[in-house]
């Protein structure tokens, strides 16, 4: 199917969709919908990294102003099991930005490290099927069954006690370096000192508790790590539901992400966390992302963003 009919009839669906599901005059993403926290950080870029890593962002020792968003996939409760998301922003970024706004990079993370799709035919099936509310047809439509994603879908799902302890991977593929051929995948990864241990003010908000505890207490840190594509096979660009083999490439650290506490739970920063938005586009030529389920969402996103915000 052509890129402009997917992008045409997955933005008209979702904007559907997430209109549908409005609340409070909020209308919610269709995926990673329940905002948990939006927060300020610095993202450090390493000195000492490998001269081949060293593109686009990560080509000099530096340190960025980041707005980090964490947020659960589908469910409004944070006690029940789901996929966690995090976003990126990094601000004073110097070249010209494939789309969106000078000045910006942006990266796109869940908790598990690859798609429940393969592709955008694929995520449109489901798309058409939340629509229907026949989200488990999708799944087991005998005719045209999805397995393997069911497979995804429910080992994805799993119960966090905090956003700063859970792992996160950018599951698609992205270019490092305009001209050096390397594809990379992205992986942020927690190594705070401090680690949460039991549910803080167990129930709807437990995780937004959980990392005004944390903060409390003790900076949250991640680090930044990138995984370098050594199989064309084994490591597809065009298949997000793959998991590439960490003990072939292991992920190498690049950056350090460091949170300091602060007052992000007030009504303000709360409703400019909700209008926030993120696109894998928004980014250096050297970050490039690759692949279709990629060129869909540069569009799709854009066009969900602004139904939201009803621009």
Same mark, same amino acid.
């Given at each position: 199917m052509p890129i402009e009919d997917l992008v045409a009839e997955m933005s008209?669906?979702? $904007?559907?969709?997430?209109?549908?599901?409005?609340?409070?005059?909020?209308?919610?993403? *269709?995926?990673?919908?329940? &905002?948990? $926290?939006?927060?300020?950080?610095? *993202?450090?870029? +390493?000195a000492d990294?490998?001269?081949?890593?060293?593109q686009g962002i990560f080509a000099e020792a530096k340190t960025y102003p980041a707005k980090l968003r964490f947020a659960n996939a589908t469910s409004r409760d944070d006690a029940e099991k789901d996929?966690?998301?995090? &976003?990126?922003?990094?601000s004073g970024v110097k070249g010209e930005v494939l789309w969106g706004e000078p000045g910006f990079q942006d990266f796109i993370l869940n908790s598990y490290p690859a798609l429940f799709v393969a592709t955008p035919e694929d995520f449109l099936s489901f798309i058409r099927a939340r629509q229907a509310n026949k989200k488990l047809w999708f799944f087991l439509n005998p005719?045209?069954?999805h397995l393997k994603s069911l497979g995804i879908a429910f080992k994805s799902?799993?119960? +966090?006690?905090?956003?700063f302890d859970v792992r996160y991977w950018s599951t698609t593929p992205y270019r490092l370096g305009e001209n050096t051929g390397q594809v990379v995948k992205y992986s942020v990864i927690p190594s705070s000192d401090y680690t949460t241990i039991q549910a803080v003010e167990p129930g709807r908000h437990q995780l937004r508790a959980a990392v005004k505890a944390h903060l409390q207490q003790a900076?949250?840190? *991640? +680090?930044?790590?990138?995984?370098?594509?050594?199989? $064309?096979?084994?490591m597809p660009i065009e298949d997000a539901s793959v998991i590439w083999d960490e003990a072939v490439s292991p992920f190498r650290i690049v950056a350090t992400l460091t949170l300091e506490n602060q007052d992000f739970d007030n009504p303000?920063?709360?409703? $400019?966390?909700?209008? &926030? &938005? *993120?696109?894998?586009w928004q980014c250096l030529a050297a970050h490039e992302p690759?692949?279709?389920?990629?060129q869909v969402r540069r569009e799709v996103y854009a066009n969900a963003a602004a139904v939201r915000n009803k621009e």
């Open positions: 008209m669906r979702i $904007a559907a969709v997430i209109s549908d599901e409005a609340e409070s005059g909020i209308v919610p993403r *269709f995926n990673q919908a329940k &905002s948990i $926290a939006c927060l300020d950080a610095q *993202f450090r870029v +390493h990294i490998p001269v081949e890593l060293k996929v966690r998301g995090l &976003s990126i922003r990094l005719l045209d069954p799902r799993q119960k +966090h006690l905090c956003p900076p949250a840190q *991640f +680090h930044f790590a990138v995984q370098i594509q050594t199989d $064309a096979y084994s303000e920063t709360m409703t $400019a966390c909700e209008r &926030s &938005s *993120f696109n894998p690759l692949g279709r389920m990629n």
